[in-house]
């Protein structure tokens, strides 16, 4: 049986390095997912990511969990740590464009389908990656993470207002950018499944 959160934080207050792997182990994903749809490039994430978990391992004496869950506080850190790297001169030489997912296509039958679903994904991530950081970040959270808007402005430090004020331009934003087609379908689909 899988030891909770709160058991996990207290073995490691007291030393315990196999509390500490369990722990990285069931948030590395999450937060090197995270990341990386922040920075669109699989080397930086895994660097960034490193850092992230660094910091956790140097400060969970500081965790509490009166202020919320242990997954939230990781995805501050890795918000602040994302800030931190686009404020960096190594991201302002880096400012480009890169290729991804160069994953192969085994299935011959749905090529043309697995094709137009990597095309259309390219177009969302390309859409996300030209909105303003924040929204961007706002995004990523909300649609990618599931984090509800409390979560949300727990990792962000921001109020709940702003960041709806963040997921409503960002959705705009997205809409313009992709010609209304995709975040409208999205819209009416999440309209009929609040009903």
Not at 72 to 79: D, E, S
Not at 96 to 103: L, P, T
Not at 124 to 133: E, V
Request: net charge positive; hydrophobic share 35%; aromatic share 8%.
């Amino acid at each position: 049986m899988a030891q909770s959160d709160e058991k996990l934080v207290k073995q490691i207050l007291i030393g315990n390095e196999c509390a500490m792997e369990i722990l990285v182990k069931r948030y590395y994903d999450l937060i090197h997912s995270f990341i990386y749809r922040n920075v669109s490039d699989y080397n930086i994430a895994y660097d960034l990511t490193q850092e992230v978990f660094i910091k956790v391992i140097k400060n969970i004496d500081k965790f509490s969990f009166e202020k919320g869950s242990i997954k939230t506080w990781m995805l501050k850190i890795a918000v602040n740590t994302s800030k931190d790297y686009f404020k960096s001169a190594t991201y302002k030489q880096r400012n480009e464009i890169k290729d991804i997912d160069n994953h192969e296509i085994k299935d011959d039958k749905n090529v043309v389908d697995i094709l137009s679903k990597k095309e259309e994904a390219l177009k969302i991530k390309k859409a996300i990656n030209k909105l303003p950081n924040l929204q961007k970040q706002a995004i990523i959270l909300k649609y990618y993470n599931d984090l509800k808007i409390k979560e949300i402005s727990n990792v962000t430090g921001d109020n709940e207002n702003t960041i709806k004020s963040r997921l409503f331009n960002g959705i705009k934003g997205l809409k313009k950018l992709l010609g209304g087609d995709i975040c409208e379908k999205d819209a009416k689909e999440d309209s009929y499944t609040k009903m």
